[in-house]
T-cell receptor, first 112, second 121 residues
Framework: DAKTTQPPSMDCAEGRAANLPCNHS???????VYWYRQIHSQGPQYIIH???NNETNEMASLIITEDRKSSTLILPHATLRDTAVYYC?????????????FGAGTQVVVTP | GAVVSQHPSRVICKSGTSVKIECRSL??????MFWYRQFPKQSLMLMAT?????????EQGVEKDKFLINHASLTLSTLTVTSAHPEDSSFYIC?????????????????FGPGTRLLVL
């Protein structure tokens, strides 16, 4: 699986959009970009995933650059409950029986 | 999204005893489940892949005789920490793989349990 690079931490004001970057310059053509988050002392929560088109769901939007070497997770209106560690993972869904390898992620703190 | 449960949510045991942790997919069938371990201020580390009806596959460095995994049904996987020691104290998290065929292609999502906090005294 391709390696990803994320900033270790970022702050965001409540009510504002949070834009979380992820670099994956070695991504291969059949690898998807997945985002999960982990609120303190809880199991990770699936957010969104995509291959090359931008994706949106009720939680967030995923913007993938045309060359697919980077992506941005957008939380449109951050709330205090969005404080969590956000993980960007790239992988082929069917490879390795679906194993997810977690990096260090980005600690997002939403402040009032 | 789908729901995965874990039981117990936390457990305290004496050194040398064994502890069993259950992971259940409540509203979908999961042929594959995964077990992770997370130490304080660290990321999740994959321990093993649990496949229904077959032996688990362990990651390098994980002792299969110490961490026994059983995946007897499509909705239940168990992790037993045998002869637990204080260094086994950790947050254990399972996930279940939900695979759906859609338009001739597969769509996969993994759902995680809430975790089990193990403290070995």
């Amino acid at each position: 699986d391709a390696k990803t690079t994320q900033p270790p931490s970022m702050d965001c004001a409540e009510g504002r959009a949070a834009n979380l970057p992820c670099n994956h310059s070695t991504i291969s053509g059949n690898e998807y970009v997945y985002w999960y988050r982990q609120i303190h002392s809880q199991g990770p929560q699936y957010i969104i995933h995509g291959l090359k088109n931008n994706e949106t769901n009720e939680m967030a939007s995923l913007i993938i650059t045309e060359d697919r070497k980077s992506s941005t997770l957008i939380l449109p209106h951050a709330t205090l409950r969005d404080t969590a560690v956000y993980y960007c993972i790239v992988r082929v869904p069917t490879d390795s029986w679906g194993k997810l390898q977690f990096g260090a992620g980005t600690q997002v703190v939403v402040t009032p | 999204g789908a729901v995965v449960s874990q039981h117990p949510s936390r457990v305290i045991c004496k050194s040398g005893t064994s502890v069993k942790i259950e992971c259940r997919s409540l509203d979908f069938q999961a042929t594959t489940m995964f077990w992770y371990r997370q130490f304080p201020k660290q990321s999740l580390m994959l321990m093993a892949t649990s496949n229904e009806g077959s032996k688990a596959t362990y990651e390098q460095g994980v002792e299969k005789d110490k961490f026994l995994i059983n995946h007897a049904s499509l909705t239940l996987s168990t992790l037993t920490v045998t002869s637990a020691h204080p260094e086994d104290s950790s947050f254990y998290i399972c996930s279940a793989r939900d695979w759906k065929a859609s338009g001739g292609k597969g769509q996969e999502t993994q759902y995680f349990g809430p975790g089990t906090r193990l403290l070995v005294l």
